[in-house]
């Protein structure tokens, strides 16, 4: 099923303009979870709602390697955006290609910061040499939704009772789907459904994808890892999000991964477009103050 206006981006050709000046309003709400298996969370996320900024970043490469690369990832991201907002501000009017977009162009060096972040600090201390994470940055901004992303951490679109992920997955068992050597049945029982391919942070610079999707009122906007991937799946997903209050929802998403064994770190984001006929929900996701949690929190990358 292809949602129509999905464009993955690159710099050759664009046809397609945003419209100008549109105000977004985004509710947003955060969850995560070390999980039933292991001893510390790695993942760390970030929603700051006065920006439209999301962020699911997923460490790897052990314990203390692990959170300190996503939450270095987490911080470097907030930090670049933050020092570039006027590019998101709600009256910035880029009526250009969606490839030559600012937003666009934004996300991909935010997550590029984060690689070369990332990497200086694994090559100032050798015992974290190697360390990396994966990172899905999300921008709402003038009726566009800007998606940077490496790594296997997902991003999916619920819109009229339908599902796409929007992100591809850089993992050897995605490669070995494509090329048909496995089936993707196999592929959640392989052995190797672990190894990523691509991660911000092993090296100095990443190749980051940029996809970019035209946004509608009550689109539902699912950012996670694949803590939750690997016991959920896409038709799962979509019927809870269908079926649930959307602010109990990464609560909800989190005991279901962990009653199904909890292999790993868990993180969700949920960002939800209303319509003018929405009523204000009571629950804080308006809020304006920004919501860490993770291992960036937990390590004091942001307060």
């Known amino acids: 099923m292809l949602i129509p206006a999905v464009y993955i981006l690159d710099t050759r050709h664009s046809n397609e303009y945003g419209e100008a000046g549109v105000i977004m309003k985004v509710y947003s709400w955060g969850a995560t979870d070390v999980g039933m298996k292991r001893e510390h969370n790695e993942d760390s996320y970030l929603i700051v709602p006065d920006l439209n900024l999301y962020v699911v970043a997923d460490g790897m490469g052990g314990h203390a390697s692990g959170e300190m690369a996503s939450g270095v990832a987490i911080h470097s991201i907030d930090q670049t955006i933050k020092s570039q907002r006027d590019i998101i501000a709600p009256e910035a009017k880029h009526k250009v290609p969606l490839s030559d977009n600012p937003v666009a162009q934004l996300v991909s ?30 921008i709402f901004h003038d009726g566009h939704g800007f998606i940077g992303h490496v790594g296997d951490s997902r991003c999916y679109l619920m819109r009229n009772g339908q599902i796409v992920q929007l992100s591809e997955d850089h993992s050897l068992v995605n490669q070995q789907v494509k090329l048909k050597m496995i089936t993707e049945e196999q592929a959640k029982e392989s052995r190797f459904k672990n190894i990523i391919t691509r991660s911000v942070g092993f090296e100095a610079d990443v190749e980051v994808d940029v996809i970019a999707v035209e946004v509608m009122p009550r689109d539902v906007f699912l950012i996670c890892s694949d803590g939750l ?75």
């Open 109 to 138: 060096h935010a997550v590029r910061q984060a690689s070369y972040a990332v990497f200086t600090e694994g090559q100032r201390n050798p015992s974290l040499r190697g360390m990396g994470t994966t990172a899905t940055c999300m």
């Open 229 to 303: 991937t690997g016991h959920v799946n896409d038709e799962e997903l979509n019927a809870l999000v269908n079926q649930n209050f959307l602010h109990e929802l990464p609560g909800r998403l989190i005991d279901l991964a962990n009653e199904r064994g909890g292999e790993d770190n868990i993180t969700v984001i949920l960002a939800y477009v209303p319509d003018e006929h929405d009523a204000p929900f009571p629950d804080g996701s308006d809020g304006v103050d920004p919501m860490p949690g993770g291992a960036a929190y937990n390590a004091g990358f942001i307060e």
